[in-house]
């Protein structure tokens, strides 16, 4: 209005009388004004190729509402003005009259995507599936595919990557010659074990594969049989070759192989069993109350009747006996 009143579209009547001055407009007058306070608002629109939004009311006096309309120029035809816009959603080109045409306001352009666009979102889906490949398969998850050995704590014991961190594996069914333990010495044969486990497994890509019900043990550690990139069994290998006897009170899926492989050690006299007076068993002296384990000296010197076998060195300490000194 002429004095500064800001009609509302409810208030297009054919005369209206202003609240603020008392002032009657009919309803040509109010068009005009309004065709004179939208016109900059368009032209505007035009040049910055901006879209806009706003309500028409119709030829059969319905209302619609028009959000992201681009105008693209303003013309007359028969005493009337009238522009020509593109409209986002219904992605065509209409014309609107001008004086039918209220609460214009400005929208934000939405702009295509140029190529430059496409290229950097085929960028970022291919760094997700190649970051998803290397955490894969460089130890991303221990319980995948593959995983890489990042140490090797000793024989029977190796870190893996999980990810960015690393997480400790012991292998299920056996036990190497101890040579960290922090209230053990090292045993017989332990540094031999512990560098066969080192060449054969360092930096390389193992397969993990677990117990059904035992993941964990008393450690926290992950228990995990290993396997080889060419399918080598290394839990096996370890007791083939002699560097490892077999481990565990309770019975795992591979116990009767593990111990056909221990008995076969043995009697090849190979890696920790070698030697005459190397223990082959668990062995404790009846007199003494002393055990051995398998890989110790002094076997030999235990006489048959003398001697107690034991399956788990927890046996022979619940039983009373005490390990022999070095």
């Known amino acids: 209005m002429k004095c500064g009143y800001k009609r509302k579209p409810s208030d297009i009547v054919p005369d209206y009388e202003c609240p603020k001055c008392g002032a009657i407009y009919s309803k040509v007058e109010i068009a005009k004004q309004t065709e004179q306070g939208y016109l900059p608002k368009l032209r505007e ?17 319905h209302i619609t509402i028009h959000n992201a309309v681009y105008p693209r120029e303003i013309f007359s035809k028969e005493k009337r003005t009238y522009f020509k816009a593109y409209c986002y959603f219904t992605r065509d080109v209409r014309s609107f009259r001008l004086d039918r045409v209220q609460s214009l306001r ?21 760094l997700i599936a190649a970051s998803y490949v290397i ?22 014991t190796i870190s893996v990557g ?11 069914g056996i036990d190497t010659p101890e ?12 540094h031999e074990a512990s560098e066969f486990t080192k060449r054969q497994l360092e930096r390389e890509k193992v397969h993990l594969e677990f117990e059904p019900f035992t993941q964990y043990g008393d450690y926290g550690r992950l228990l995990a049989y290993v396997f080889l990139s060419d399918g080598t069994f290394f839990n096996a290998e370890l007791v083939k070759q002699g560097y ?7 019975r795992f899926q591979y116990y009767k192989k593990f111990r056909h492989y221990e008995r076969e050690a043995r009697i090849a006299g190979v890696g920790l ?14 007199r003494s109350k002393i055990y051995r384990l398998p890989g110790d000296a002094g076997c030999g010197r235990v006489k048959e009747e003398n ?20």
Request: hydrophobic share 40%; aromatic share 12%.
């Open 135 to 156: 955490w894969t398969f460089t130890g991303g998850n221990p319980r995948g595919e593959w995983v890489l050995v990042t140490d090797v704590i000793d024989g029977d």
């Open 106 to 126: 400005q929208t934000m352009k939405k702009k295509p995507l140029t190529l430059r666009d496409h290229v950097i979102v085929v960028v970022f889906i291919l």
């Open 45 to 61: 629109a035009i040049e910055k190729k901006v879209g806009i939004s706003f309500r028409y009311s119709r030829a059969d006096g």
């Open 179 to 190: 040579t960290v333990h922090p209230e053990k010495p090292v045993e017989f044969f332990g």
């Open 162 to 172: 999980r990810g960015w961190r690393s997480i400790t594996v012991r292998l299920i």
């Open 273 to 286: 069993w070698a030697g005459k007076d190397i223990c082959k068993e668990i062995i404790g002296n009846r």
């Open 307 to 326: 001697r107690i076998y034991f399956n788990m060195e927890e046996e022979a300490i619940e039983a009373g006996y005490r390990r022999a000194k070095r």
């Open 244 to 250: 490892a006897r077999v481990f565990g009170r309770d």
